[in-house]
C-alpha cells in the first residue's frame, strides 16, 4: 500500500468518527425510559471524550501528511443503523447499531494498521494502534449493555 492508501483510510475514520459523534448524541437525546439512562450518559460521554478527540488526531495526522480531512460537502454518511428508532424506548436497537459500527470502526483500524506499516508510516500506524484500543474498549461496554436484554 502507498501513502495515498492511508490518507485514504485516515479521511474514511474521520468520516465515520464525525458521524458517529453526531449519531450517538442524537441518540443520547432521543432515547426514553429509564433502562436508557446508563446507555445515554455512555453515548454522550463517547461522542464528547473519544469519538470527537478521535476525530481531532485523525485529522491533525492527516495535516502531518500534507492532506487534510473532508469537510460538511464531503461527508458520506453509512450508519444506518444507528439512525434514532422510530420508537424512542427501542434502547436495543440503538446498542446493536453501536456494536455494529464499533466493528466496522475496528475494521477500518485494522486496515489502516496494515497499511501504515506496508507504507513505512510508524506514526500513523501508532495512533490507529491507540485508536483500535478505544474502539474495541466500547464495543465490549456495549455488548454488556446488550446481554441484559432479552430476545
Given at each position: 500500500m502507498t501513502s495515498d492508501d492511508v490518507i485514504d483510510l485516515l479521511r474514511?475514520?474521520?468520516n465515520d468518527e464525525i458521524e458517529t459523534v453526531m449519531n450517538y448524541l442524537t441518540n443520547?437525546?432521543?432515547?426514553d425510559?429509564?433502562?436508557?439512562?446508563?446507555?445515554?450518559a455512555s453515548l454522550r460521554t463517547d461522542a464528547t471524550e473519544e469519538e470527537?478527540?478521535?476525530?481531532?488526531?485523525?485529522?491533525?495526522r492527516l495535516k502531518e501528511l500534507d492532506a487534510?480531512?473532508?469537510a460538511s460537502f464531503e461527508f458520506e454518511p453509512h450508519q444506518e443503523n444507528l439512525q434514532p428508532p422510530e420508537d424512542t424506548a427501542?434502547?436495543?436497537s440503538v446498542i446493536d447499531g453501536v456494536i455494529e459500527y464499533e466493528e466496522a470502526a475496528i475494521d477500518t483500524y485494522r486496515s489502516l494498521i496494515?497499511?501504515?506499516?506496508?507504507?513505512?508510516?510508524p506514526v500513523t500506524e501508532d495512533l490507529a494502534v491507540t485508536l483500535l484500543?478505544?474502539?474495541?474498549?466500547?464495543?465490549?461496554?456495549?455488548r454488556s449493555f446488550r446481554k441484559g436484554y432479552k430476545e
Open positions: 474514511t475514520a474521520y443520547a437525546t432521543v432515547l425510559g429509564v433502562a436508557a439512562e446508563e446507555v445515554k470527537l478527540l478521535h476525530a481531532e488526531r485523525i485529522g491533525e487534510q480531512p473532508p427501542d434502547v436495543l496494515a497499511a501504515a506499516r506496508e507504507a513505512d508510516d484500543s478505544d474502539e474495541e474498549s466500547h464495543r465490549t461496554e456495549f
